[in-house]
């Protein structure tokens, strides 16, 4: 099979804010994931979707399936450009289509699905213009994160505020930085968990990983924050949280956990892959923050390999693993259409 691997690369440029490029893939991961399909003796061209005009690409070079890691372009719906394109040259490719992708990037609209769906997320409410009165239900303390973003952009320990006024500088701050609405939640104090699905016939629960923050005390971040993220393993800094998978639960958590995520991924419809993000409260309630379609695959660094290889998976075995997920799903998805 030709396989194109579609991906935005992390660039160094001092003009752009520090978190510019914090979603895009490094060329390491970029080569790893290229090796792992190559492993299986397909061709895999590479296709930085940053400087290709992809329209053009696709009609001269022809391709059997694309993998799909690309963060897009940008705005709220950058993460369904790629698919939207492959689906108007009906190029099949890999991970959710572009309603998912677009649903799941927008935190405020995902929770309210989650809401009806009965799964717990924190309170909260969204701010368009900051000017909106603070409903009097939410309790301090409360976090404030763009609604559209991923890779904790713009979200850091200065984020959890006790105060109205505190919030309201952060809620402004947020709006004017991003150029989008804030989203006001609860912050839930207990365990940090992230919790895998990979789709192989059947959509299958990765172990939990539990992410602790109590060995970053001195660094002033106490949460998955985007210092955190973005320098993790950092000693000077104090930036080294502990990772436990599988998690540190008892066995009833562990099941509402995974259920949890599960429910999540299928309220939001994605495919093959996806990556939720939960707190759990004192009560042992998960509560779901967010879900990832499109995860991080750093071999080394991102959370989704660990837990593929605490589930026994080596880096190949997940890669080749969405693929083929991805590949009987177009199959199945062909025959019906053909019926
Ligand atoms: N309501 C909350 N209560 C407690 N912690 C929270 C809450 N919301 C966010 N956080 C903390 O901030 C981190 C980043 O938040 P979130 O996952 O919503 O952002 P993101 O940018 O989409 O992250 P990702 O890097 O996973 O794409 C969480 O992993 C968690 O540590
Ligand atoms: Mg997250």
């Given at each position: 099979m030709k396989v194109a691997l579609t991906y935005n690369l992390k660039e160094k440029d001092e003009t752009k804010p520090a978190d510019y490029f914090s979603e895009f893939d490094s060329a390491e991961t970029v080569g790893a994931i290229a090796q792992a399909i190559e492993k299986k003796g397909h061709e895999v061209c590479r296709v930085n979707a940053s400087n290709t005009d992809l329209f053009s690409y696709f009609r001269k070079n022809k391709v059997d399936f694309v993998f799909n890691i690309a963060e897009g372009k940008s705005g709220k719906f950058r993460e369904s450009e790629i698919p939207a394109i492959l689906d108007y040259l009906d190029i099949p490719y890999t991970g959710s289509n572009t309603f998912s992708l677009a649903l799941a990037l927008n935190k405020s609209l995902t929770k309210k699905i989650l809401k009806a769906e009965n799964i717990p997320t924190p309170a909260f409410q969204l701010f368009v213009k900051g000017t909106e009165e603070l409903d009097p239900s939410l309790k301090f303390p409360l976090i404030v994160k763009p609604n559209c973003e991923g890779s904790a952009k713009g979200i850091n320990a200065s984020n959890v505020v006790e105060t109205k006024e505190a919030l309201f500088k952060k809620v402004k701050e947020i709006i004017r930085d991003y150029k989008q609405e804030a989203l006001v939640e609860e912050f839930i104090r207990g365990k940090e968990l992230t919790v895998g699905i990979i789709e192989n016939g059947k959509a299958q629960v990765l172990p939990i990983l539990e992410i602790d923050f109590d060995t970053c005390v001195k660094s002033g971040e106490f949460?998955?924050?985007?210092?955190?993220?973005?320098?993790?393993?950092?000693?000077?800094?104090?930036?080294?949280?502990?990772?436990?998978?599988?998690?540190?639960?008892?066995?009833?958590?562990?099941?509402?956990?995974?259920?949890?995520?599960?429910?999540?991924?299928?309220?939001?419809?994605?495919?093959?892959?996806?990556?939720?993000?939960?707190?759990?409260?004192?009560?042992?309630?998960?509560?779901?923050?967010?879900?990832?379609?499109?995860?991080?695959?750093?071999?080394?660094?991102?959370?989704?390999?660990?837990?593929?290889?605490?589930?026994?998976?080596?880096?190949?075995?997940?890669?080749?693993?969405?693929?083929?997920?991805?590949?009987?799903?177009?199959?199945?998805?062909?025959?019906?259409?053909?019926?």
């Open positions: 949460f998955y924050s985007w210092r955190m993220k973005e320098f993790q393993g950092n000693m000077e800094l104090g930036l080294v949280p502990s990772f436990h998978c599988p998690a540190r639960l008892d066995a009833a958590t562990e099941k509402l956990v995974k259920d949890t995520a599960l429910a999540t991924h299928q309220a939001v419809g994605c495919s093959d892959i996806s990556r939720t993000d939960i707190r759990l409260d004192r009560n042992n309630v998960p509560y779901v923050l967010e879900i990832n379609p499109l995860p991080g695959l750093d071999p080394k660094e991102s959370n989704f390999p660990v837990m593929a290889y605490a589930a026994g998976m080596k880096y190949e075995d997940l890669i080749n693993m969405i693929l083929i997920s991805a590949k009987d799903r177009f199959l199945k998805n062909s025959k019906r259409e053909e019926n």
